[in-house]
Nanobody, 121 residues
Framework: QVQLVESGGGLVQAGESLRVSCVASGNIRDIKGMAWYRQAPGKQRELVASITSEGKPTYVNAVEGRFTISRDNTKASVYLQMDSLKPEDTAVYYC???????????????WGQGTQVTVSS
């Protein structure tokens, strides 16, 4: 059993910053890539940023230069620092990870339950 739990969402004004966190727990043997996704009302879930197990990040154009993804492998955690937030960043933010659980040799995708981020203008 593996769980991903996000935290740190909230309501901020445009231009402010917010940091969301995600911690994985359970029968984890190894964590491969981790990522943050978001889903705005009436829209499909989209990838925001991802990070390899070695720490190499990638970003979608809409957040490049404003968001920073990082991870702490010792804590099975991934973070998303969001600066210069815009109203269009409003969404539920989900973390995802490819995790190898005990007794298996291949990674499987797991999702958190999401945390709401609201940016007012």
């Amino acid at each position: 059993q593996v769980q991903l739990v996000e935290s740190g969402g909230g309501l901020v004004q445009a231009g402010e910053s917010l940091r969301v966190s995600c911690v994985a727990s359970g029968n984890i043997r190894d964590i491969k890539g981790m990522a943050w996704y978001r889903q705005a009302p009436g829209k499909q879930r989209e990838l925001v940023a991802s990070i390899t197990s070695e720490g190499k990040p990638t970003y979608v154009n809409a957040v490049e230069g404003r968001f920073t993804i990082s991870r702490d492998n010792t804590k099975a955690s991934v973070y998303l620092q969001m600066d210069s937030l815009k109203p269009e960043d409003t969404a539920v933010y989900y973390c995802g990870a490819h995790i190898i659980v005990g007794g298996r040799n291949w990674p499987y995708p797991y999702w958190g339950q999401g945390t709401q981020v609201t940016v007012s203008s």
